[in-house]
């Protein structure tokens, strides 16, 4: 990141020392030295996490699709994970917290290597849009939406055509994915809506830590993925490949994913990552930008 980009970090970080009693008569190296011990405070985490968003919205469109095509096949080894270690776990009730932690493997992929997934977005660019609160940067964001949801999603059905149309797994495993994919279209409409939104809430959640985590980024990475897994919740990209690998084999059909999963599952994940992140978390620090 250049020096230019430091620059909201390190004035974030002055605000808040000179917020608190008695820092101003402190030295620059004792400042230093609280700073080395402490955690990010929440100004300096939106402010890296705007940077990087403002960013975003300048990406040229072909590297925006690139990325967001990178990503939705990367996110098709979630469903291969988690299939290969259902396949190999007995029938038991403790079962799916382990073969959960296959669903993580996606989005480690996706987030070290810095590829675009449209739920990660409906945090990064929306701190710009709520700091600058003007047209030009609505319409940035609708852009990156619509750019990285289409690239997204067509690697999702990509990547679950390969999986159900090749020889590379056998017939047990292609059963084993059928299996864990069946939860993605196995509820009414508000039902999916809902787990959408605790998805969306928890995908944006992690964006947020992620800044703060440091040497932790994969356990935070894994823990909050694996809580999506568990809990049945909705995530619009991961549950693509499960509901697009159900249309390949011919178990549902495309009114049936774009009704049952994409519909709710887009609103609710939105909702979740605007709602109760972006626009908690910017109103915490309005203040101290102020």
Do not use: C
Request: hydrophobic share 55%; glycine share 8%; net charge negative.
């Amino acid at each position: 990141m250049s020096s230019s980009s430091h620059e909201p970090e390190a004035k974030a970080e002055e605000r808040s020392f000179s917020a608190v009693e008695g820092m101003n008569d402190l030295s620059s190296k004792q400042k230093a030295a609280i700073a080395n011990q402490s955690r990010p405070n929440a100004v300096l985490i939106h402010e890296t996490i705007r940077v990087e968003g403002e960013t975003e919205l300048h990406r040229a469109v072909s590297a925006l699709f690139l990325s967001g095509l990178a990503a939705g096949l990367s996110m098709g080894f979630s469903l291969i994970a988690e299939g290969v270690l259902h396949a190999h776990l007995p029938d038991a009730s403790w079962a799916p917290l382990v073969s959960g932690l296959g669903y993580t493997v996606g989005f480690l992929i996706v987030v070290l290597g810095r590829q675009q997934l449209f739920t990660e977005n409906t945090l990064t660019p929306i701190l710009p849009l709520l700091h600058n609160r003007d047209v030009i940067t609505l319409l940035g964001v609708l852009r990156l939406w619509v750019i990285v949801l289409v690239a997204n999603i067509a690697a999702t059905w990509v990547i679950a055509a390969v999986i159900a149309h090749t020889s590379i797994f056998d017939a047990q495993m292609k059963e084993a994915f059928a299996s864990v994919s069946q939860h993605v279209i196995g509820s009414p409409f508000m039902t999916t809506l809902l787990k959408a939104v605790f998805a969306g809430w928890l995908i944006a959640l992690m964006v947020w830590l992620l800044p703060g985590a440091e040497s932790a980024r994969v356990a935070v990475i894994i823990i909050v993925t694996w809580l999506v897994a568990i809990g049945g919740f909705s995530h619009l990209i991961a549950g693509s490949v499960d509901a697009f690998y159900l249309v390949e084999i011919g178990q549902v059909g495309l009114t049936d994913y774009a009704l049952r999963f994409f519909l709710p599952t887009l609103i609710g994940n939105v909702l979740g990552g605007v709602a109760l992140v972006a626009a908690l978390n910017f109103g915490q620090v309005a203040p101290e930008l102020d």
